[in-house]
């Protein structure tokens, strides 16, 4: 199973960078230093996440939303839904929210 994906952050505008699926925790890099200091590297731990919602980013593209029990939420931008979703799945708890 790819364990690393390229996706956008939704925050502060969207920053490209890649979805790490580690061993405690699933970790976003941003790809450009230019990104703000707090989406550089954004790091979500498995058992924390409470659900997977599908979402959009800008009105089309399809993205997921991860909701964590703190109520935090982060908005990825990707083109793998599906694939990131079933990496997520087989690691956490968290429940995918979208049918299927």
């Known amino acids: 199973m790819k364990n690393v994906f ?5 925050k502060q505008g969207t920053h490209g960078g890649k979805l790490h ?3 405690g925790s699933v970790v ?6 230019t990104a703000p200091a707090d989406c550089q590297t954004l790091e979500l731990a ?9 979402a959009k980013a800008m009105v089309v593209l399809p993205a997921i939303k991860l909701v964590m ?9 990707t083109l793998r839904q599906k694939a990131i979703v079933r990496a ?3 690691r956490s708890n968290a429940a995918w929210e979208g049918g299927e």
């Open 6 to 10: 390229n996706v956008g952050l939704c």
């Open 21 to 23: 699926m580690e061993e």
């Open 28 to 33: 976003f890099r941003a790809s450009k230093p």
């Open 46 to 54: 498995y058992a924390d996440m409470l659900r997977i919602h599908p």
């Open 69 to 77: 029990q703190d109520g935090a939420s982060h908005t990825f931008r």
């Open 88 to 90: 997520l799945q087989s």
